[in-house]
């Protein structure tokens, strides 16, 4: 898929234009919205419109709104634990439910902690626990994805952050070793098989690479786990999001890699966060 510069902040795929000199009502957006099939059409709408953009523009944004585009790659940000992160085209969508895991984490961000975030895709994890620390922190993020990497960058260079392309700790500078006090990953946890089941909106226009957990969906979660205790400082936390089916699986792993388990699920939003502490 081809991207390009629609106006500054605003990235539109090709294909999704709207018609030539086609304005839209403000009164017809939610109408447009809904008859698309948008649950939330007012919440969206109002999104749409935020920045107060030119009729022009905001055609454009309805017309690839309807056309599937998820709402966050058409704005080009996301709401995330209160903050606006930037999220580009192709960029895994930070979702509400990986408040939890930031919630849990921030509990142990201290001034001074060294943060890590692992898959970080568009950097939201670390972006939100740095800028909520009582005080100034290290941080770092990575991703395989080069898209990810210039996502995360303008997102966590302005709070003083780093972000590294490569895989996992491989991307790392080795003088992180044993310091890590926070280690965040909002992994890819889907297992393959269940990737087609996905919505749309995931499948067509997220990285695979930020989905697809592998056979059980654990592939890239042992793989964090594996290193966390040569990475962690003493003390240090992992935390990681997966399915409620996966937690016991990914207990068993925290544990076998002499990591100190504990999970947490949050019915609402019907997520599990599984931490594993480094005690010696
Ligand atoms: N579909 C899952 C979600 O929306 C994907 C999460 C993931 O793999 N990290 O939370």
Do not use: K
């Not at 081809?2 to 234009?17: K, N």
């Not at 055609?59 to 704005?75: D, K, N, W, Y």
């Not at 786990?225 to 207990?251: D, I, K, R, Y």
């Amino acid at each position: 898929m081809t991207w390009y510069v629609l106006a500054e902040g605003y990235v539109a795929a090709e294909g999704y234009v709207a018609a030539e000199g086609d304005v839209v009502a403000q009164d017809e957006v939610v109408a447009r919205l809904r008859a698309a099939g948008c649950v939330f059409a007012e919440e969206e709408a109002a999104v749409l419109r935020d920045g107060d953009p030119a009729p022009e523009l905001l055609a454009e944004l309805v017309a690839r709104r309807v056309a599937g585009l998820p709402l966050e790659h058409v704005v080009g940000w996301a709401r995330f634990a209160g903050r606006r992160v930037l999220v580009d085209p192709g960029v895994f969508v930070p979702r509400m439910r990986t408040e939890v895991l930031v919630a849990r984490a921030a509990a142990y961000v201290r001034t001074g902690s060294v943060i890590v975030d692992l898959c970080c895709g568009s950097g939201a994890l670390g972006a939100v626990l740095a800028a909520g620390a009582d005080g100034p922190v290290e941080l770092y993020a990575a991703d395989v994805d080069p898209a990810a990497v210039s996502c995360a960058r303008r997102n966590v260079e302005p709070l003083g952050g780093t972000v590294y392309q490569g895989d996992l700790y491989g991307a790392l500078p080795l003088t992180l070793r044993g310091r890590v006090d926070v280690l965040v990953a909002n992994v890819p946890y889907v297992p393959t098989a269940e990737i087609a089941l996905l919505p749309a909106e995931a499948r067509l226009y997220e990285a695979p690479v930020a989905l697809d957990g592998g056979a059980d969906g654990l592939d890239v979660a042992r793989r964090i786990v594996a290193g966390a205790g040569s990475w962690l400082a003493p003390g240090g936390q992992v935390f990681m999001e997966c399915g409620e089916h996966q937690a016991a699986a990914a207990a068993t792993a925290l544990r076998a890699a002499g990591l100190n388990p504990s999970l947490h699920h949050d019915d609402d939003l019907d997520v599990t966060v599984v931490a594993g502490t480094r005690t010696h």
